[in-house]
């Protein structure tokens, strides 16, 4: 059936809804131009509430989310990210240090490696206080402690990233207006985001012919953590809708969590844990590995 809601990404009223998870009660929408899929019911109470949750996290609760993600997979990301922006970035004065914002920051360890090893003056924003004072006692990086729409930025930075932030908030066009109007005139957006692959498209098939029955897939991918999944057609529409131009999108092999964390977080048995992230290790370190996630790059004009 086609819902009455436009299009998160494209804006365009071709959107369509899937059958729903006979586990969850989640519905998946598909955008019919852009092929954005997304959760139709995302603003519901279950995952708001999980966010409210999110926000209220101790001081150790954030500093074990963050020790559970793949060591590898960061610094080497991060690194050549930061290379793109500061070759994309316009010449700056002589003495003065291009100014970078992360939102969502985390424990900001990727802005200590921005400000250490590429010279940026660095600062960003988190929701989460437990992840305000990580940040600080961690790596010496301060950060705002607030949504990006309360702070009052406008043309006061030169570089804007996110990593894995933006299927997260709930009003993705909000979020990416308000990177605009921060950016100064020829600064740059850097952003990975959840990408909707074949093995997606695979896994939602099947559900949609088991009447939603098979849906463990479908219901871990979209979910409250990431509630819309980008093509490379969805994100470049968005983003040229929204006034950003140069815009490449390109799928990447990259994993956040460890394997254990990723198969734990399906709710499986618990002696299943251990061999499927064996399973899934040897996957990712495959050619066939789905790249499930979207390096984004785009300028404001």
């Given at each position: 059936?086609?819902?009455?809601?436009?299009?998160?990404?494209?804006?365009?009223?071709?959107?369509?809804?899937?059958?729903?998870?006979?586990?969850?009660?989640?519905?998946?929408?598909?955008?019919?131009?852009?092929?954005?899929?997304?959760?139709?019911?995302?603003?519901?109470?279950?995952?708001?509430?999980?966010?409210?949750?999110?926000?209220?996290?101790?001081?150790?609760?954030?500093?074990?989310?963050?020790?559970?993600?793949?060591?590898?997979?960061?610094?080497?990301?991060?690194?050549?990210?930061?290379?793109?922006?500061?070759?994309?970035?316009?010449?700056?004065?002589?003495?003065?240090?291009?100014?970078?914002?992360?939102?969502?920051?985390?424990?900001?360890?990727?802005?200590?490696?921005?400000?250490?090893?590429?010279?940026?003056?660095?600062?960003?924003?988190?929701?989460?206080?437990?992840?305000?004072?990580?940040?600080?006692?961690?790596?010496?990086?301060?950060?705002?402690?607030?949504?990006?729409?309360?702070?009052?930025?406008?043309?006061?930075?030169?570089?804007?990233?996110?990593?894995?932030?933006?299927?997260?908030?709930?009003?993705?066009?909000?979020?990416?207006?308000?990177?605009?109007?921060?950016?100064?005139?020829?600064?740059?957006?850097?952003?990975?985001?959840?990408?909707?692959?074949?093995?997606?498209?695979?896994?939602?098939?099947?559900?949609?012919?088991?009447?939603?029955?098979?849906?463990?897939?479908?219901?871990?991918?979209?979910?409250?953590?990431?509630?819309?999944?980008?093509?490379?057609?969805?994100?470049t529409a968005q983003l040229t809708r929204l006034g950003f131009v140069d815009i490449v999108a390109e799928p990447r092999l990259r994993y956040t969590l460890t394997s254990e964390a990723y198969i734990a977080s399906m709710n499986p048995p618990k002696w299943s844990i251990r061999p499927a992230a064996r399973l899934l290790d040897r996957l990712i370190a495959s050619p066939v590995a789905p790249r499930i996630v979207l390096d984004v790059r785009a300028r404001k004009a």
């Amino acid at each position: 059936m086609t819902n009455s809601h436009d299009c998160p990404a494209c804006a365009g009223p071709r959107v369509r809804t899937a059958v729903a998870s006979r586990a969850t009660g989640r519905r998946i929408s598909t955008c019919q131009d852009c092929g954005v899929h997304f959760w139709h019911d995302h603003e519901d109470a279950e995952r708001l509430e999980a966010i409210e949750l999110q926000i209220e996290w101790s001081d150790d609760d954030y500093s074990n989310w963050v020790d559970i993600k793949r060591e590898q997979v960061g610094p080497e990301a991060w690194r050549e990210a930061l290379g793109w922006v500061r070759d994309a970035l316009p010449n700056r004065p002589a003495g003065t240090a291009p100014v970078m914002y992360d939102v969502g920051a985390g424990d900001g360890e990727f802005l200590s490696v921005a400000r250490d090893d590429f010279g940026f003056s660095v600062t960003g924003n988190e929701i989460v206080a437990g992840a305000v004072k990580l940040a600080k006692d961690r790596h010496d990086v301060d950060l705002d402690l607030g949504d990006l729409s309360s702070l009052g930025h406008v043309e006061d930075v030169d570089a804007v990233t996110l990593w894995c932030v933006l299927a997260h908030v709930t009003d993705t066009d909000q979020l990416l207006a308000d990177t605009h109007t921060m950016l100064r005139p020829g600064g740059v957006l850097f952003l990975q985001t959840p990408h909707w692959t074949k093995a997606d498209t695979m896994a939602h098939a099947a559900k949609r012919a088991t009447f939603g029955r098979f849906s463990k897939v479908p219901d871990r991918r979209i979910a409250q953590h990431h509630w819309i999944l980008h093509t490379r057609e969805s994100i470049t529409a968005q983003l040229t809708r929204l006034g950003f131009v140069d815009i490449v999108a390109e799928p990447r092999l990259r994993y956040t969590l460890t394997s254990e964390a990723y198969i734990a977080s399906m709710n499986p048995p618990k002696w299943s844990i251990r061999p499927a992230a064996r399973l899934l290790d040897r996957l990712i370190a495959s050619p066939v590995a789905p790249r499930i996630v979207l390096d984004v790059r785009a300028r404001k004009a």
